[in-house]
């Protein structure tokens, strides 16, 4: 069958892929070069979203949790697993027990996964691991495991699996209307946050919305021997402090927009993640210490009104011929790819 896949991030290189492998004449389309948006601006991270579980979504964890497996046996060049601490403080954002149960539920929907159950570290052993955490109120952290990748190189090497499959892969090449892809019995449109520019080109309402929501990062040009997750002072959020390529690298924020292009990170999301680090560490610090940072908008299912609340699963929608596809999520992308293909093929 002859197949047009538009959009080149993660989730348009694995639908190609799969479409590929099962011996169909694919085309992927990019508007600029593959990977060049929200798949290359991610946290970095092949993690189940140990957050999640806090909203119900269950089995999208499980999924996840064992998809990581799959990127570090096909490309172990490209990720390794990372172990994270969860510091717990007294008096401060979440008990320990609520942790606890947590990382346990995590343990069992990972369970096949190959990865390391998680523990506890006393105090002694956390300050250990990471000599400049805030003492003061610090009970010790739970460790868990997730993996870290890079993000563009990953995406790269999957549109390389394409191409040794046959799949012609235009790049600066904008689909503007479905009416360009008429040649084609069957149509992805994979374009993460562009997504309803196309679907709006077919009759109906849309069977669902996309929020627009941006993460920002910003790195540090010091090196982070420990991985953390971190609560946001007085907010239900989350914060990553990561190692990543002799850096450190702090996100991310989440900040709707009205508008699917990422922006430049403000100077009042970098002194939010600023302010998060120097909630628990001893060594402060300033604007001046940042030495890069990024944004990538995430094109989110809108199901709450709280951003950190929306489902990161994702959807398909099918008018005639073409498979829309909304949300999804980096490190599931390959099973989300898959199941594209399902649906694209009925």
Known sequence: ????????GIIGACTAWAAAKQGHAVTLFEQDTVMAHTSQSSSKLLHGGLRYLETGQFALVKKALLARRFW???????????????????GRGRPKWQISIGTKLYDFLAAGSGFPRSSWLDKAETLERCPTLLSDGLKGAFSFYDAQMDDFALGRWVVEQCRSLGVNVEERHKIETLAELNGFERIANATGPWAMELRRQQGGEPAYTIDWVRGSHIFIDREQKQALML?????????????????????????????????????????????????????????????GSFSGVRPLLKSAANPSDATREWAFERVDNVLHIYGG??????????AALQELLK
């Not at 994270?84 to 007294?90: E, G, Q, T, W």
Request: glycine share 4%; charged share 20%; with cysteine.
């Open 329 to 338: 999520k980096w490190t599931t992308a390959q099973l989300q790819g898959e």
């Open 1 to 8: 069958m002859k197949i047009a896949v538009a959009g080149a």
């Open 231 to 291: 609560p946001i002072p007085q907010e239900k959020r989350i914060f990553f402090v990561l190692p990543y390529q002799g850096k450190t690298l702090i996100g991310t924020t989440e900040i709707r927009q009205n508008h699917p292009a990422a922006e430049r990170p403000s100077e009042t999301e970098t002194d939010y993640l600023l302010a998060a680090y120097n909630a628990y560490h001893s060594e402060k610090l300033t604007a001046t210490d940042v030495s």
């Open 72 to 90: 570090l046996e096909h490309a172990p060049e490209l990720c390794r697993p990372l172990e994270l601490l969860f510091p717990i403080y007294a």
